[in-house]
């Protein structure tokens, strides 16, 4: 606080503040106007809102983007691009925060880890198609894990490498990925086959390179199939 303020504020002037002397500073609190009161109010007979049109009816606001009847800018241009209904949209999971699960003791590296494992950590939200697993905090990955999700990048697959795991890139259909995260719901009945990646899908999950299930025996055993 200034030094002007100070000598300017002189507290040993000021009542003790107590409960009953609490108050709003002067011009805090408003009086709402009463409109309707005769001419001598200043918002008597019209209230204000003049005589008649749009500004008297209602609240005289008009919504967001009407220009008073003429074609609007947003219907006079073209419209671009589209919404694909189609496209597939995986969960991300950097390795950053990956290695502070594990460092939390949440995820539990001795043993194999899946995308049920994962959501069960909280590391993503609801799983829909996926989860893809990226490279953000691949310098200070140490973890040694055996890990299972969807997709990778490159860069998170040589960093799980080089720490001494495992990963493996497998495909699960919207049934395959309810018998993953919700097994309990299957437990009286017979199991759905696995279903295999469609034509788009099929390559990425045969290149050594991705590290995909079908390269394992068991993906090879379900080719023949």
Not at 40 to 60: L, W
Request: hydrophobic content about 35%; proline content about 5%.
């Amino acid at each position: 606080m200034a030094s002007w303020v100070r000598k300017s504020l002189d507290l040993t002037k000021l009542p003790r503040v107590k409960l009953n002397n609490i108050q709003d500073l002067p011009g805090a609190k408003k009086n709402k106007i009463r409109v309707g009161r005769g001419p001598g109010s200043r918002r008597g007979k019209t209230c204000g809102r003049g005589h008649k049109g749009q500004g008297q009816r209602n609240s005289g606001a008009v919504r967001v983007g009407f220009e008073g009847g003429q074609t609007p800018f947003y219907l006079s241009i073209p419209k671009h691009g589209f919404k694909n209904k189609f496209q597939v949209r995986y969960e991300s999971l950097n390795l950053g925060k990956l290695q502070w699960l594990v460092d939390c003791g949440r995820i539990d590296t001795s043993k194999p880890i899946n995308m049920l494992t994962l959501q069960k950590a909280g590391a993503v939200g609801r799983i829909k198609h996926g989860i893809k697993l990226l490279g953000d905090g691949a310098e200070w990955f140490k973890a040694k894990v055996d890990i299972e999700v969807s997709q990778a990048s490159q860069k998170a697959i040589e960093a799980i490498e080089k720490a001494g795991g495992t990963f493996t890139a497998a495909y699960y259909n919207r049934l395959g990925l309810r018998v993953l995260l919700k097994p309990e719901k299957f437990e009286d009945r017979p199991l759905p086959r696995r279903a295999l990646p469609n034509n788009k899908l099929m390559a990425y999950y045969l290149d050594p390179k991705n590290k995909g299930y079908l390269l394992t025996e068991a993906g090879k055993e379900r080719l023949k199939q």
